[in-house]
């Protein structure tokens, strides 16, 4: 019995170091390859913590917190719990036109052209896009509900349910989270220095992050 308590201490004496070997080995940077343009990666902490970063022309995200290896070359991501709201309703009001005015506020008007608004109306569902000025309008009607894809954040798509009907014109602005990025579960898969697996952003099945080199 002596022996085995011996051999079982001697075990786990040796093998704890190659554990946090291998944790040194998984920790570094991981840049996307392959992608034009686009440039993102993960950086992994050897104390289990890690940073994302995406960037495409002139917007940047960002994203954080905590990566484990729960089977062998199996990487989780989780961040933060995502907020329920990513919009914020500045002003729902009543105008006498003939239009629902939706407008999308922000100092970077580059951030709100192009968002996808889908309108639910008592008669059926209306789509349009927003201009340079951030605003569409739709011919005048009770409004249920109100729908946001915004194209620069596919992750952060938004409801607005109205319990006012008479209301016709509304306001929205980004929450101050909209450009982070959030995990729940995310998995990569390392291979021979790579992290292969999705892009949270991105659209396809197979993306390769190819770990920096250090001297």
């Known amino acids: 019995m002596k022996k085995l308590a011996l051999l079982f201490t001697v075990l786990c004496f040796f093998s704890l170091p190659f554990y946090a070997q291998d944790q040194d080995d998984i920790s570094g940077s991981y840049f996307l390859n392959g992608v034009k343009d686009t440039h993102s990666g993960f950086r992994l902490k050897p104390n289990y913590t890690f940073t994302f970063f995406f960037s495409y022309g002139g917007l940047d995200r960002y994203g954080s917190g905590s990566w484990t290896e729960e089977k062998k070359n199996t990487i989780v991501f989780n961040s933060r719990v995502k907020p329920a709201r990513d ?6 009001r009543k105008i006498n036109d003939n239009f629902v005015t939706i407008q999308f506020i922000d100092d970077n008007p580059g951030l709100t ?103």
Do not use: C
């Open 87 to 92: 919009f914020k309703l500045l002003t729902a």
């Open 113 to 215: 052209q192009g968002i996808e608004v889908i309108l639910y109306t008592e008669r059926g569902r209306q789509k349009l896009f927003t201009g340079k000025d951030g605003i569409v309008k739709f011919p005048k009607n009770t409004v249920d509900s109100i729908q946001v894809f915004p194209p620069l954040f596919p992750d952060h798509p938004f409801t607005y349910i109205v319990s006012n009907k008479i209301q016709n014109h509304f306001e929205f602005a980004f929450e101050k989270w909209i450009k982070e990025v959030f995990f729940n579960d995310f998995t990569l898969t390392l291979n021979n220095n790579m992290l292969i697996g999705q892009h949270p952003l991105l659209t396809g099945n197979i993306y390769r992050y190819v770990k920096e080199e250090t001297d």
